[in-house]
């Protein structure tokens, strides 16, 4: 189970890596803006959850930029160990299969909460926002995938 814990949060990390990446890039060719949605979370759970995030104007907001992506990591990194628990409990699957469910686990993990916290609706997202979206997650399932078969199928 360690060893599942382990190859699945180094697969989570990589993908986690990759899904940055190709987020970035898109960034780049299109000239789009950083998203505000990590940070719109992290203040709306702060402020659900009555948990003060310390600091004046400018440290706060420091804070909160540097608490969104970290959120991030923390379901990147999740995902990976869940996918690696599971192969760790014996569900094996082919490299397609391994790359939708890793996907699929990193799309429910990033924006469920925001979606559930109100901060995005993803039913009034266009198809060059799902693009946006979708793109990184598949690399991240397909670099989650890569990586925990070569760690785990010895």
Same mark, same amino acid.
Do not use: C, F
């Given at each position: 189970?360690?060893?599942?814990?382990?190859?699945? @949060?180094?697969?989570?990390?990589?993908?986690?890596?990759?899904?940055?990446?190709?987020?970035?890039?898109?960034?780049? %060719?299109?000239?789009?803006? $950083?998203?505000?949605?990590? !940070?719109?979370?992290? !203040?709306? +759970?702060?402020?659900?959850?009555? $948990?003060?995030?310390?600091?004046? !104007?400018?440290?706060? @907001? &420091?804070? *909160?930029?540097?608490?969104?992506?970290?959120?991030?990591?923390?379901?990147? %990194?999740? *995902?990976?160990?869940? +996918?690696?628990?599971?192969?760790?409990?014996?569900?094996?699957?082919?490299? *397609?299969?391994?790359?939708? $469910?890793?996907? @699929?686990?990193? +799309?429910?993990?990033? &924006?469920?909460?925001?979606?559930?916290?109100?901060?995005?609706?993803?039913?009034?997202?266009?198809?060059?926002?799902?693009?946006?979206? %979708?793109?990184?997650?598949?690399?991240?399932?397909?670099?989650?995938?890569? %990586?925990?078969?070569?760690?785990?199928?010895?």
């Amino acid at each position: 189970m360690t060893s599942g814990i382990l190859a699945g @949060a180094a697969a989570g990390a990589a993908a986690t890596t990759a899904l940055n990446a190709v987020t970035y890039i898109d960034m780049v %060719v299109r000239g789009r803006p $950083v998203s505000s949605t990590p !940070e719109d979370t992290i !203040e709306t +759970l702060s402020q659900k959850a009555g $948990v003060l995030i310390p600091g004046d !104007e400018q440290t706060r @907001a &420091n804070r *909160v930029a540097g608490l969104g992506p970290l959120g991030g990591l923390a379901a990147g %990194v999740g *995902v990976g160990v869940a +996918l690696g628990l599971a192969r760790s409990a014996g569900w094996r699957s082919g490299p *397609v299969g391994t790359t939708l $469910v890793a996907s @699929a686990g990193a +799309l429910m993990a990033g &924006n469920g909460p925001m979606t559930v916290l109100g901060v995005t609706d993803p039913r009034t997202w266009s198809t060059a926002d799902w693009l946006s979206d %979708v793109g990184p997650h598949v690399a991240y399932g397909a670099v989650a995938a890569y %990586v925990l078969r070569g760690l785990t199928d010895r």
